[in-house]
């Protein structure tokens, strides 16, 4: 039985490796000269950058965890996280909520006063539940934790109004503190949110590529790169699948690459599902890499709500979260501009995304332009799947779809789900599990 997988990123490899442990025969097609999609690194006058944003190793998925982690045993840096949001040019501790302390006192209480105000009001039953994402932040934390950072923040990354989001996913991915864990944070008591990322791991050496590197390592005979999957048809029992110049023939065939590309692929489809297909939102990326002399801020990464500091919405320091990611007395910094697809931003030249960061870097301190070695830019099609109003109602159309035609979906853009490199590796394992 030879299973062909599309794309080889993380969920393609991770599939095709515990398949391959089960003595199953695959075929990894990916249509990029090096596999690994978002997970990969890339090297630089000594520097290394994850090509795909800043990635760091954590899971409050026991075995997820304990699988990346063998992964990269003998090459793990583990991290205490330092995550700030930068908030009316100074620091706030991250998670918002665990950092009122760090507001003036105006702010402070603004967002505990609101904020249990809106807890009175939810439990005397004054507040009709949420409807939308935004609704949602405002039920959850109140006016004021909303209007300072989680509504701004949010409408930057997600290039979206709160308001045209669904709230289907919230749960377990927006951190959400304990009620006296607020208040202690807002009158000093520190306490910390979003635990179970509080330690985290990353590659010694290599960059978050390493990860998938040491997933591939039993399969690169079973890897065939340059294979940009153009067609994917059924005859009898086998299924053929081309690139326009050469056809694998496979009893399976299993999707990790975006939807989009799959139904593009494929002949006949109906239409209400390429409508719904049409429909799915999701969000590019632009990443601008910088390596400069001296040091950086003792930061992991920092959130940046505010429009008027620029376009980035985090900025990183990768040298942080390993110090062989950047040469002796240097640091780096990785910013991340999201955009949709077809905008402005992605018709900006490289220049002109590097001039703008480094104004914000400069305008917010932390760096000095003559201190930068180097500054690149990196562009990712397909970064964030953004949950419009009417995701759950498309995607139930497109997964019947792909069901009946007997294609399964697994990974970040074929799932077309927020799934971080855990969530990944879960679905190729529960695939693994309910398939054989
Ligand atoms: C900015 C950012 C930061 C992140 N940070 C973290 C983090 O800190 N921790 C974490 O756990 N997760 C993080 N993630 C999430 C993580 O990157 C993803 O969950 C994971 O990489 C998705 O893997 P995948 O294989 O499903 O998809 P992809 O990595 O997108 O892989 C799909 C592959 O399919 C290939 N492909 C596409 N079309 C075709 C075609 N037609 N034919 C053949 N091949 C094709 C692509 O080239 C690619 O290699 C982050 C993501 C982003 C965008």
């Known amino acids: 039985m030879t299973t062909a997988i599309l794309g080889g990123g993380l969920s393609g490899l991770t599939l095709a490796r515990l398949l391959n442990e089960q003595g199953d025969d695959v075929v990894i097609l990916e249509a990029e000269q090096e596999y690994g999609g978002l997970c990969r690194s890339h090297q630089e006058q000594g520097f290394t950058f994850d090509t795909g944003g800043s990635h760091i190793i954590f899971s409050p998925d026991a075995d997820v965890l304990a699988f990346m982690r063998r992964m990269i045993e003998g090459n793990e840096q583990r991290t205490v996280r330092n995550t700030k949001i930068f908030y009316k040019g100074g620091l706030v501790k991250y998670p918002f909520e665990n950092g009122l302390a760090d507001l ?5 209480f603004f967002c505990i006063n609101e904020f249990i105000r809106t807890l ?3 439990q005397k039953g004054d507040l009709a539940p949420p409807s939308n994402f935004h609704e949602w932040i405002y039920y959850t934390f109140g ?8 509504v701004p923040y949010n409408e930057k990354i997600w290039k979206y109004k709160t308001e045209k989001m669904s709230l289907h996913w919230v749960e377990g991915r927006i951190p959400r503190p304990p009620v006296e864990d607020v208040i202690k944070a807002a009158i000093g008591i520190p306490t910390d ?4 990322q509080a330690l985290f791991s990353y590659p010694l050496k290599g ?13 690169h005979q079973r890897i065939r790169t340059g294979f940009y999957v153009r067609s994917v048809r059924k ?7 081309g690139d326009g110049k050469e056809t694998v023939i496979a009893d399976r065939c299993i999707c990790t690459i975006p939807v989009q590309h799959l139904l593009s692929s494929l002949e006949n489809i109906p239409a209400p599902v390429q409508q719904a297909c049409d429909a799915l939102v999701c969000n590019s990326l632009v990443c601008v890499t910088i390596g400069v002399r001296g040091t950086v801020p003792p930061l992991s990464w920092l959130y940046i709500p505010e429009p008027s500091l620029g376009r980035a919405n985090r900025i990183s320091f990768p040298s942080n979260y390993s110090p062989l990611t950047a040469p002796k007395g240097c640091g780096s910094i990785l910013a991340e501009i999201t955009h949709q697809p077809h905008d402005e931003v992605s018709r900006m030249t490289d220049q002109d995304l590097i001039d703008q960061v480094t104004n914000t870097l400069e305008a917010m301190a932390i760096i000095s332009k003559d201190r930068i070695i180097f500054a690149q830019v990196i562009r990712q099609p397909f970064a964030y799947v953004v949950y419009d109003l009417d995701y759950q109602k498309n995607m139930r159309v497109v997964n019947d779809y792909c069901r009946s035609i007997g294609i399964p979906l ?12 855990d969530g990944c590796i ?9 398939s054989s």
């Open 104 to 108: 003036q006192p105006e702010d402070r």
């Open 143 to 150: 006016k004021g934790i909303a209007e300072c950072y989680m």
């Open 235 to 241: 005859t009898g029992k086998l299924w053929l699948i």
């Open 410 to 421: 697994v990974g970040r853009f074929a799932q077309f789900e927020y799934l971080n490199m």
């Open 120 to 122: 009175v009001a939810v």
């Open 426 to 434: 879960r679905s190729a394992m529960d695939f693994i599990k309910t």
């Open 193 to 196: 949110g979003y635990t179970h």
């Open 207 to 219: 960059g978050i590529e390493s990860l998938v590197r040491a997933i591939a390592a039993p399969l």
